[in-house]
């Protein structure tokens, strides 16, 4: 279960959770029950042996992704989502 496992590198997306609410001027209870709750699941949802967080993988989270983005980012732990696939890219030569 994620809410008994133990989270390296958690302290530090913590760290800067608390960074970020006293930048904003957040003193509210549920934004931090909702970002320490998603700062737990995004890195429980990394590749076993990847210390980053695919940034893909934050779209599925509950709640304040772009914050926790930021916090991983921060704390060095937010991996790029690779690019996108362009349309068309390659496959068009001009002629028919």
Known sequence: MIRDREIEDLPLVLD???IIGHQRGVNSAGWFYD???????APASREPG???VGAEMLADLPKMHPTIAEALKRAGLL?????????GLGLHTGKL
């Open 50 to 52: 990847e210390r980053r």
């Open 35 to 41: 970002t320490w709750q998603g700062a737990r699941l």
């Open 16 to 18: 800067q959770l608390r």
């Open 79 to 87: 991996r790029a989502s690779p690019p996108a696939p362009r349309a």
